[in-house]
Every structure is written in C-alpha cells, then in structure tokens.
C-alpha cells in the first residue's frame, strides 16, 4: 500500500515551465512503477508518462514528447514531471498513480493537482 501526494501546480502562461512533485508514503516507493496521468473537463483520463522502479525507462505520449520530463529520487521518496513550453491544451487535472506490475491496471492514484495555461 502507498499514498501519493501531487503539489506543484498551478497558473502559468504559454511557453511557461512547471515541476509537479508527487510524495509517495507507506510502501517501498523505489519498487513501483510511476506514472503521470491528466484530464481535462469533459475529456478521459489521458495517459502522460511513466518511469519505472529498475532502470527508470521512462515513455510518455507523443503530445508531450521533448516537451515534458518525468524522473524519480528514490531518497525523496518522490516522482516529478518537469514541463516546459507549455500549451493550453496542456490544461488539465495532472494525477500520479503507481503500481508493482510493469502491466495492467494502476492501483494507487493520488488526488490530483490543477494546471492551468494561459494563452
């Protein structure tokens, strides 16, 4: 079992940049695999990007790639997503999830943190 917990979000103008952090707390936050997730309103879940426990191979949706950065520090027991040159299509609720399996369906979500960009 793990809670995670999102912070970082918030107003910022078009091409701005933003760090999410997500804390994770409970369990051993370096065995499970990571996961970035947004949504925007009236529009599904969309996934963003992952990082996993071993090697950290990291994956992220076309729309963000070379755009948007996802890493962990294992001592900090916390993953982020470091976005740059943000879009208003970026706009949305960003929520962390993680899981023990490399498949399948996420098991802990956090409770989501806002981010919005302006144009």
């Known amino acids: 079992q793990v809670q995670l917990v999102e912070s970082g979000g918030g107003l910022v103008q078009a091409g701005g940049s933003l760090r999410l952090s997500c804390a994770a707390s409970g369990s051993t936050f370096s065995r499970y695999n990571m996961a970035w997730f947004r949504q925007a309103p009236g529009k599904e879940r969309e996934f963003v990007a992952t990082i996993s426990w071993g090697v950290g191979s990291t994956s992220y949706v076309d729309s963000v790639k070379g755009r948007f950065t996802i890493s962990r520090d294992n001592a900090k027991n916390t993953v982020y997503l470091d976005m740059n040159s943000l879009k208003p299509e970026d706009t949305a609720v960003y929520y962390c999830?993680?899981?023990?399996?490399?498949?399948?369906?996420?098991?802990?979500w956090g409770q989501g943190t806002q981010v919005t960009v302006s144009s």
């Open positions: 999830a993680g899981r023990t399996t490399s498949y399948g369906e996420w098991h802990y």
